[in-house]
Nanobody, 126 residues
């Protein structure tokens, strides 16, 4: 049984920074992508950033240059550094695991492609 536990959300002023982390347990395969999605009230869940087991990263256009995803393979832990935060970054942020070597192939990440999800952590920018 795979479990994903996120931490690090909170409230921050415009232009501020946060660091999110997510650790997966119960997953032993070398084939995985870890991703971050976000969902604002009344909106669909969208991909923010993903990182595959062997280091390939993908970012949504709206966060490129501001957010950085990284990982620790030893613990299957993924981090998301959020810088230069804007009010439109306000959302619930979800960590997800896809049981594949790829986060996405030549297209944005899709929530439907991911197999396991965390509970979410709120990020509020004002």
């Amino acid at each position: 049984h795979v479990q994903l536990v996120e931490s690090g959300g909170g409230s921050v002023q415009v232009g501020g920074s946060l660091n999110l982390s997510c650790t997966a347990s119960g997953y032993t395969s070398e084939r995985y992508c870890m991703g971050w999605f976000r969902q604002a009230p009344g909106k669909e869940r969208k991909g923010v950033a993903g990182i595959a087991r062997y280091g390939t990263t993908t970012y949504a256009e709206s966060v490129k240059g501001r957010f950085t995803i990284s990982k620790d393979n030893a613990k299957i832990t993924v981090y998301l550094q959020l810088n230069s935060l804007k009010p439109e970054d306000t959302a619930m942020y979800y960590c997800a695991l896809r049981q594949s070597l790829y986060c996405a192939k030549r297209r944005p990440m899709r929530a439907a492609d991911f197999d396991d999800w965390g509970q979410g952590t709120q990020v509020t920018v004002s």
